[in-house]
């Protein structure tokens, strides 16, 4: 028997839950057992009792419990049994800004990961950082109402679970939410696309799928770097910093710098290497940038091509490629993720290569298991992480290569852009059955009422 329960407000007793026999039978429950009831990171003792005039699926919650648990009556819930405490849930919480205003506008938004509401069920809260009350441990935000589908705003409690869905949030923020509710946030962290590589290398299973990169310290690096490799990429290693990219080539005598992003390009001949250098501390800040060998990508019809992997942890807490997206660049643009046409990957490395079916599958085995060894790499650095965009090029040998791990709000508007309207909703259920699993449900109960 699945364990969600729709709940009714009984306005008779006090400091009690009422279950139909069944659904007590089926979680080990007995007429006037005695014990805590738990919602959120809140609980209290309760006395259950046992009535048939309840459906199964139903539950009769005491007033005072509902008003002491601040639990919503228009929500459905999961519940189980744990060492004589009853749970109800999930409780989850979306971080999605840090502002109110700019949480608000998004909300039509985040009903995409709702879609599937009733695999996920329980308490979604949709909050900002600045109405956070961390003596309270309360939060404004914007409670998702599932009879009228839409968000009531309101106060409540803190969530059990947090998914964190902007940018950098602060280390005073993560250690209070762990210090109240334990591992129990992800994404929680940030990492410059220099930490990225520096931890991709270090792991055995994926540093031979990276370019030859080094943080770029001083002018000379550049000049050193280009000797070794004629075609150079610089990009700035924070999204702070915006995302600063630049192409470097030799040309005889010449330096040509080109701009992706803008299309300018400029051919510099240089009387000596001093005036070099002084260009470049003009370009770029010490320490801000990599240098990376510029790559001969795939590409067709003259668009330079990679691969988002959408790569996500699933209820059962294991890391899962959802979706292969293959970006199709502006012609004539190195750059592949500049108003790209998104196709699937399968059918590019198909219409592209001209492999053939079974080619084509070692070569999407190969990309997901490249994926998921990128993200567990990241993961082995201590970190909460588990949901990523993993993005990988293929060369003109046909060798894969892993450009960047999108880890800070990585979107997932790629499967949508692609026309996998169904599959895009799938991506978004398993990032809140995730999430359902840290709130302490790791089971899921299809069907509920």
Not at 207 to 221: F, R, W
Not at 402 to 414: A, G
Request: glycine share 6%; aromatic share 12%; proline share 4%.
């Amino acid at each position: 028997m699945e364990n969600s329960i729709q709940l009714i407000c009984d306005s008779i007793r006090k400091g009690s839950l009422t279950l139909h026999p069944d659904k007590a039978k089926t979680l080990g429950i007995i007429n006037h057992q005695k014990g805590l009831i738990k919602f959120g990171i809140q609980s209290f003792p309760i006395e259950v009792y046992i009535s048939y005039d309840l459906q199964v699926n139903q539950a009769r919650l005491s007033s005072d419990m509902i008003k002491k648990l601040e639990i919503p009556v228009n929500c459905h819930f999961d519940i189980q049994q744990k060492d004589n405490e009853i749970q109800i849930g999930p409780y989850i919480g979306i971080l999605a800004g840090f502002y109110q205003k700019s949480v608000k506008k998004h909300l039509d938004d985040l009903l995409d990961y709702l879609y599937h509401y009733r695999d996920i069920r329980g308490a979604i809260l949709v909050f900002s950082l600045d109405n956070v009350d961390k003596v309270n441990h309360t939060m404004k935000g914007y409670l998702f109402n599932a009879v009228t589908n839409q968000w009531d705003e309101g106060t409540f409690p803190y969530p059990s679970s947090i998914f964190i869905k902007t940018g950098t949030v602060s280390s005073k923020w993560l250690k209070h939410f762990q210090s109240v509710m334990g591992d129990s946030l992800f994404n929680d962290f940030y990492f410059n696309k220099w930490s990225i590589h520096k931890r991709l290398a270090a792991s055995p299973h994926v540093k031979a799928y990276l370019p030859p990169s080094i943080l770029y310290e001083k002018p000379s690096d550049i000049y050193s770097f280009l000797k070794q490799y004629p075609n150079a990429i610089i990009k700035s290693i924070n999204a702070s910093k915006g995302s600063s990219i630049y192409k470097i080539s030799t040309d005889g005598h010449n330096l040509v710098i080109a701009c992706p992003k803008t299309g300018d390009i400029n051919k510099i001949k240089f009387k000596n290497r001093d005036e070099a250098y002084s260009l470049f501390k003009k370009y770029f800040e010490e320490r801000e940038f990599m240098i990376q060998e510029a790559l001969d990508l795939i590409t067709y019809q003259n668009r330079t091509i990679d691969f988002r992997v959408i790569t996500l942890k699933n209820q059962q807490g294991q890391w899962q490629v959802m979706g292969v997206f293959a970006r199709h660049g502006q012609p004539g643009n190195i750059l592949s993720n500049i108003s790209p046409l998104v196709k699937s990957g399968e059918k590019t490395l198909k219409e592209v290569l001209q492999l053939s079916n079974s080619k084509v599958k070692a070569f999407m085995q190969e990309i997901s298991l490249v994926a998921i060894e990128a993200a567990k790499a990241i993961e082995n650095s201590d970190v909460h992480f588990a949901n990523t965009g993993v993005d990988i090029a293929i060369d003109d040998k046909e060798k894969l290569w892993i450009i960047e791990i999108q880890h800070c709000n990585p979107s997932h508007d790629i499967a949508l852009e692609a026309g996998f309207a169904e599959l895009y909703y799938e991506i978004l259920k398993t990032n809140m059955l995730y999430a359902k699993k840290l709130a302490g449900f790791p089971n899921n109960f299809s069907n509920s009422l």
